[in-house]
Protein backbone atom coordinates (compact mmCIF):
# COMPACT_ATOMS: atom_id res chain seq x y z
CA UNK A 1 0.00 0.00 0.00
CA UNK A 2 1.30 3.51 -1.28
CA UNK A 3 0.28 6.24 1.31
CA UNK A 4 1.02 10.04 0.28
CA UNK A 5 0.34 12.32 2.58
CA UNK A 6 1.82 16.21 2.74
CA UNK A 7 4.80 17.53 5.00
CA UNK A 8 5.33 20.64 5.95
CA UNK A 9 9.06 21.44 3.87
CA UNK A 10 8.28 24.97 2.95
CA UNK A 11 10.97 26.19 0.91
CA UNK A 12 10.39 28.22 -1.99
CA UNK A 13 6.57 28.63 -1.41
CA UNK A 14 5.11 31.67 -2.35
CA UNK A 15 1.88 32.46 -0.69
CA UNK A 16 -0.72 34.97 -1.04
CA UNK A 17 -3.06 36.16 1.56
CA UNK A 18 -6.36 37.68 1.30
CA UNK A 19 -7.46 39.73 4.47
CA UNK A 20 -10.83 41.40 5.03
CA UNK A 21 -10.95 45.16 5.78
CA UNK A 22 -14.26 44.50 7.92
CA UNK A 23 -13.95 43.46 11.67
CA UNK A 24 -9.84 44.53 10.60
CA UNK A 25 -8.86 43.91 14.82
CA UNK A 26 -9.79 40.31 14.36
CA UNK A 27 -8.27 39.79 10.96
CA UNK A 28 -5.08 41.32 11.89
CA UNK A 29 -5.06 38.85 14.73
CA UNK A 30 -5.52 35.93 12.06
CA UNK A 31 -2.62 37.61 9.72
CA UNK A 32 -0.80 37.33 12.37
CA UNK A 33 -0.82 34.20 13.24
CA UNK A 34 -0.73 32.87 9.60
CA UNK A 35 2.75 35.28 8.92
CA UNK A 36 3.97 33.62 12.40
CA UNK A 37 3.66 30.48 11.06
CA UNK A 38 4.80 30.53 7.41
CA UNK A 39 7.81 32.35 8.55
CA UNK A 40 8.51 29.66 10.98
CA UNK A 41 7.84 27.09 8.44
CA UNK A 42 11.08 29.08 6.36
CA UNK A 43 8.43 30.61 3.99
CA UNK A 44 10.37 33.91 3.01
CA UNK A 45 8.94 37.14 3.62
CA UNK A 46 9.62 38.50 -0.06
CA UNK A 47 7.60 34.87 -1.12
CA UNK A 48 4.46 36.48 0.90
CA UNK A 49 1.91 39.18 -0.43
CA UNK A 50 -0.82 40.21 1.65
CA UNK A 51 -3.44 41.75 -0.07
CA UNK A 52 -6.41 43.43 2.03
CA UNK A 53 -9.96 43.63 0.61
CA UNK A 54 -13.12 45.70 2.17
CA UNK A 55 -15.05 42.77 3.41
CA UNK A 56 -15.45 38.82 3.02
CA UNK A 57 -17.46 39.03 -0.17
CA UNK A 58 -14.53 40.56 -1.93
CA UNK A 59 -12.32 37.35 -1.11
CA UNK A 60 -13.06 34.88 -3.70
CA UNK A 61 -12.75 37.72 -6.80
CA UNK A 62 -9.29 38.56 -5.50
CA UNK A 63 -7.96 34.72 -4.26
CA UNK A 64 -9.37 33.90 -8.03
CA UNK A 65 -7.31 37.14 -9.59
CA UNK A 66 -4.38 35.98 -7.47
CA UNK A 67 -4.18 32.23 -9.04
CA UNK A 68 -4.35 33.60 -11.75
CA UNK A 69 -1.33 35.60 -12.11
CA UNK A 70 0.71 32.18 -11.59
CA UNK A 71 3.13 33.92 -9.36
CA UNK A 72 1.62 31.89 -5.89
CA UNK A 73 1.44 28.35 -5.20
CA UNK A 74 -1.28 28.44 -2.89
CA UNK A 75 -4.12 31.57 -1.36
CA UNK A 76 -4.95 31.63 2.27
CA UNK A 77 -8.32 33.72 2.73
CA UNK A 78 -9.02 35.20 6.21
CA UNK A 79 -11.39 37.06 7.69
CA UNK A 80 -14.19 37.61 10.10
CA UNK A 81 -18.39 37.04 9.30
CA UNK A 82 -20.01 37.84 12.62
CA UNK A 83 -23.88 37.15 13.09
CA UNK A 84 -25.83 40.16 13.42
CA UNK A 85 -29.91 40.31 13.91
CA UNK A 86 -30.61 39.85 10.15
CA UNK A 87 -30.31 37.70 7.76
CA UNK A 88 -26.96 38.94 6.03
CA UNK A 89 -24.45 36.72 7.59
CA UNK A 90 -25.93 33.44 6.03
CA UNK A 91 -26.48 35.23 2.68
CA UNK A 92 -22.29 36.74 2.97
CA UNK A 93 -20.97 33.74 4.83
CA UNK A 94 -22.56 30.77 2.41
CA UNK A 95 -20.91 32.72 -0.85
CA UNK A 96 -17.56 33.61 0.31
CA UNK A 97 -17.39 29.69 1.31
CA UNK A 98 -18.59 28.68 -1.94
CA UNK A 99 -16.68 31.26 -4.08
CA UNK A 100 -13.38 30.56 -2.03
CA UNK A 101 -13.76 26.43 -2.94
CA UNK A 102 -14.81 27.14 -6.60
CA UNK A 103 -11.88 29.15 -6.80
CA UNK A 104 -9.66 26.49 -5.85
CA UNK A 105 -11.71 23.32 -7.80
CA UNK A 106 -11.23 25.82 -10.78
CA UNK A 107 -7.54 26.60 -10.59
CA UNK A 108 -6.60 23.31 -8.81
CA UNK A 109 -4.64 25.05 -6.65
CA UNK A 110 -4.71 25.32 -2.84
CA UNK A 111 -7.05 28.22 -1.85
CA UNK A 112 -7.49 28.07 2.18
CA UNK A 113 -10.56 29.00 3.91
CA UNK A 114 -9.60 31.09 7.10
CA UNK A 115 -12.94 32.33 7.56
CA UNK A 116 -14.00 32.68 10.93
CA UNK A 117 -17.76 32.49 10.99
CA UNK A 118 -18.99 33.26 14.74
CA UNK A 119 -22.24 34.08 16.84
CA UNK A 120 -20.59 37.14 18.57
CA UNK A 121 -16.85 39.19 18.67
CA UNK A 122 -16.22 37.00 21.57
CA UNK A 123 -16.05 33.89 19.77
CA UNK A 124 -14.18 35.84 17.11
CA UNK A 125 -11.47 36.66 19.47
CA UNK A 126 -10.92 33.08 21.25
CA UNK A 127 -10.37 31.77 17.54
CA UNK A 128 -7.86 34.89 16.37
CA UNK A 129 -5.58 33.87 18.84
CA UNK A 130 -7.27 33.26 22.37
CA UNK A 131 -8.28 30.32 23.96
CA UNK A 132 -8.89 28.58 20.88
CA UNK A 133 -5.70 29.29 18.92
CA UNK A 134 -5.52 30.98 16.10
CA UNK A 135 -7.01 29.69 13.20
CA UNK A 136 -5.08 32.28 10.68
CA UNK A 137 -2.14 29.53 11.79
CA UNK A 138 -4.05 26.94 11.28
CA UNK A 139 -4.94 27.99 7.48
CA UNK A 140 -1.47 28.56 7.15
CA UNK A 141 -0.50 25.02 7.95
CA UNK A 142 -2.32 23.62 5.94
CA UNK A 143 -1.50 25.75 2.78
CA UNK A 144 2.07 24.27 3.54
CA UNK A 145 0.54 20.88 3.61
CA UNK A 146 -1.68 21.41 0.48
CA UNK A 147 0.88 22.43 -1.81
CA UNK A 148 3.26 19.93 -0.44
CA UNK A 149 0.40 16.84 -0.97
CA UNK A 150 -0.71 18.04 -4.92
CA UNK A 151 3.35 18.38 -5.52
CA UNK A 152 3.44 14.64 -4.35
CA UNK A 153 0.87 13.46 -6.24
CA UNK A 154 2.17 15.02 -9.08
Request: some cysteine; overall charge neutral; aromatic content about 6%.
Amino acid sequence: MKTIEGNLISKGFRIALIVSRFNELIGKKLLDGAMDCLLRHEVKDDDITVIWVPGAFEIPLIAKKAGLSGKYDAVICLGVLIRGATPHFEYISGEVTKGIALVGLELNLPVIYGILTTDSIEQAIERAGAKAGNKGWNAALATLEMVNLLKEIN
